[in-house]
């Protein structure tokens, strides 16, 4: 681990109100001091309180004023890295800003790599892994919700329950060990506790697995298609979801020729909506093009919402297309128009035709449906999963990972209990430890841990 003074702009580049540089290592206020004059000439950067702003010049090597800027210092380890930091707060703009970070860089500071500065908290021990990768889900929140999640795994609740787990197969390994060691003491060991012990801790894996799928459709979101034959509405049901005129809407058949992809949210989930060209048979090789596009996105997508023209009628058209989705049970049916006067699709109709589905009437042109649409989207979205919220967790890769293997060798033990001697049981047991142990990351190898940090910008 290296412990040298690392700097580097931490707000996002462009134009801003204030651009911030940041700098963390032993000896950051003296090596700031060099290069900055305070208003105040009284005002020392070494004495001054830490977390207040000291107002001043930064200075070139002319000593000439490059920037007014504020410096605010801590010390260790009362900081985000638990190291000496130094931020300077400068004028917004990418040029103030790099020349900024350019003469802190000049004093032999070096650039920080991604990630470094929260590299250093997790070294220094201010954050566990499980918190560190919150951090990343907290700069990346699509929506409220998945800011929320994402603060709850900062506060450290993954880690929390992960450490309750852990307890239970620290339990378990004990009866195991006690009779490893003095069995004529102990008597036999008693099989029905430490199954007990373990089938809780499996449970515990499942449901923390079940929230993190939860937490993953309010983290990445879900996509949705709109599909149907020309001229039944895709195009003006995107527009009234996104409550804007996104897509070219008329009344010829085959407007919408290529993938229209837009983002909005319904209640907290971040949903990728994708409008498609209308399927036909047809000679135009760029429709044709199109529309194999437009069956590319229907399989691709998490939820297809399969629209009728309730003037139009279902027909033998509409029918092969419904009949080409494949997973039928993450198809909405969407009867459009039903404004109109002439309907000649009945409720009888989409019961016979649709016997399973969810089917909302709507009309786009007065706005009718949309919210039951949304409510129908949320609710598919998050079918059988609703049981988990309460758990609130959010579950990264790196540690689903890890509670699956902590759960194959809980289960391996389990299998093997009263069959393999003892030493064999406890084997298992310090693997399914060792497993859990990787989630808040107290014994991460090196490659787990650059794992974790190389999805980090430069400066966080
Ligand atoms: N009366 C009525 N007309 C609608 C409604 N929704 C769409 N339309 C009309 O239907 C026509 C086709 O609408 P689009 O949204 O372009 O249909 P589309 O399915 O995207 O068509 P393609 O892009 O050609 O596949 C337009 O003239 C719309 O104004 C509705 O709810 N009621
Ligand atoms: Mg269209």
Known sequence: MRDDIIGAISTPPGEGGIAIVRISGEGSIKKVKQIFQARVSSKDLLVQKPFMLTLGWLK?????????????????????TGEEMVEINCHGGVIPARRCLQRVLSTGIRL?????????????????AAQAEAVIDIIRAKTDRGLKLAMKQLEGKNSDYVKELEDFLVEANML?????????????????????????????IEKMLKSGELGDIYKEGISVSICGKPNVGKSSLLNALLRKERAIVTDVPGTTRDLIEEYINIKGI????IDTAGIRETRDLVEQIGISRAQQAVRDSDLVIFLLDIEAGMN???????????????????I???????????????????????VIWASTKEDIGIQELEDVIEKMAVTGLMDYDNLGLTVSLRQKESLLAGKKYIQEAL??????????????????????????????????????????????
Do not use: H, W
């Open 60 to 80: 070139d090597e002319e000593d000439e004023i490059l920037d007014e800027v504020m410096v605010a210092t801590m010390k260790a380890p009362r900081s985000y």
């Open 176 to 204: 195991v060990e006690a009779n490893l060691d003095f069995s004529e003491d102990v008597g036999d060991l008693d099989y029905e506790q430490l199954r007990q012990l373990l089938l809780k801790t499996s449970a515990g």
């Open 112 to 128: 920080a790599e991604p990630g470094e500065f929260t590299r250093r908290a997790f070294m220094n021990g201010k954050m566990d």
């Open 316 to 334: 033998d058209e509409d029918r092969a297309i419904y009949n080409d989705i494949e997973n039928k049970e993450r198809v909405i049916v969407l």
């Open 270 to 273: 971040p949903v990728k909506l």
């Open 415 to 460: 299998d093997a209990m009263g069959e393999v001697t003892l030493d064999c049981l406890g084997v298992d047991l310090q693997n399914a430890m060792a497993s859990l142990g990787e989630i808040t990351g107290r014994n991460l190898k090196e490659e787990s841990i650059n794992r974790i940090f190389k999805e980090f910008c430069i400066g966080k």
């Open 336 to 358: 459009n128009k039903d404004d109109l006067m002439v309907k000649n699709i009945s409720e009888e109709d989409t019961k016979k035709n649709f016997p399973e589905l969810k």
